[in-house]
């Protein structure tokens, strides 16, 4: 079946301007996870959304950063006022339930901010 | 709070010879460990998970994994490298206060022909 999937794949943007990153979770998982990936590093969790809970916000790295997930499917990663610290790749995961269920990521969006 | 540490940046191994991935937990309560790879330019893969039950895992492309409760470890194993297990490793575990996973800093394993 469909894996996880992520749009743009890339992305260059200017110093200052809004992105919007979007996940597409594979049907049927509850959990969708956001993470960050600085180029050939570890992963930095962002956010965590499970089912109808309040999503967990803990690792966004500031305010500048939201996200959303609308009718518990699609999720959108929204970065406003991108600084060059943004560039990084990011990556989009999903899982059956909590994180006792392995996560199946997607091929994650490189964003670049010139 | 759960974390896990890998102490290897980088393993290098020839082909055909055996291969260890480090990692050491720190967790309260039952572990759940998990491996991933992730090959160049692609995103993560889930490898094999240690929930409960035996300590030795079998999971994908011929890796396993042994959990060791009295070192605290859970290192990767593959009998005979190939040269396309060339990859970055994550070990992960879920932290305590959440479900949220946190991942250990990886290891880049090279293998040469």
């Known amino acids: 079946g469909a894996g996880v999937s992520q749009s743009p794949s890339n992305k260059v943007t200017e110093k200052g301007k809004d992105v919007e990153l979007r996940c597409d979770p594979i049907?049927?998982?509850?959990?969708l996870y956001w993470y960050r990936q600085s180029l050939g590093q570890g992963l930095e969790f962002l956010i965590y959304?499970?089912?109808?809970?309040?999503?967990?916000k803990s690792g966004l790295p500031s305010d500048r950063f939201s996200a959303e997930r609308t009718g518990g499917s699609v999720s959108t990663l929204t970065i406003q006022r991108t600084q060059q610290e943004d560039s990084a790749v990011y990556l989009c995961?999903?899982?059956?339930?909590?994180?006792?269920?392995?996560?199946?990521f997607g091929p994650g969006t490189r964003l670049t901010v010139t | 709070a759960q974390s896990v540490a890998q102490p290897e940046d980088q393993v290098n191994v020839a082909e055909g010879n055996p291969l260890t991935v480090k990692c050491t937990y720190s967790v309260s309560g039952n572990p759940y460990l998990f491996w991933y790879v992730q090959y160049p330019n692609r995103g993560l893969q889930f490898l094999l998970k240690?929930?409960?039950?035996?300590?030795l895992v079998k999971g994908s492309y011929g890796f396993e994994a042994e959990f060791n409760k009295s070192q605290t470890s859970f290192h990767l194993k593959k009998p005979s490298a190939l040269v396309s297990d060339s990859a970055l490793y994550f070990c992960a575990a879920p932290k305590a206060a959440g479900n949220k996973l946190t991942f250990g800093g990886g290891t880049r394993v090279l293998v040469k022909p």
């Open positions: 240690y929930i409960t039950g035996d300590n």
């Open positions: 049907s049927g998982h509850t959990a």
């Open positions: 959304f499970q089912g109808n809970s309040a999503p967990d």
């Open positions: 995961a999903s899982s059956l339930g909590d994180s006792r269920y392995e996560q199946y």
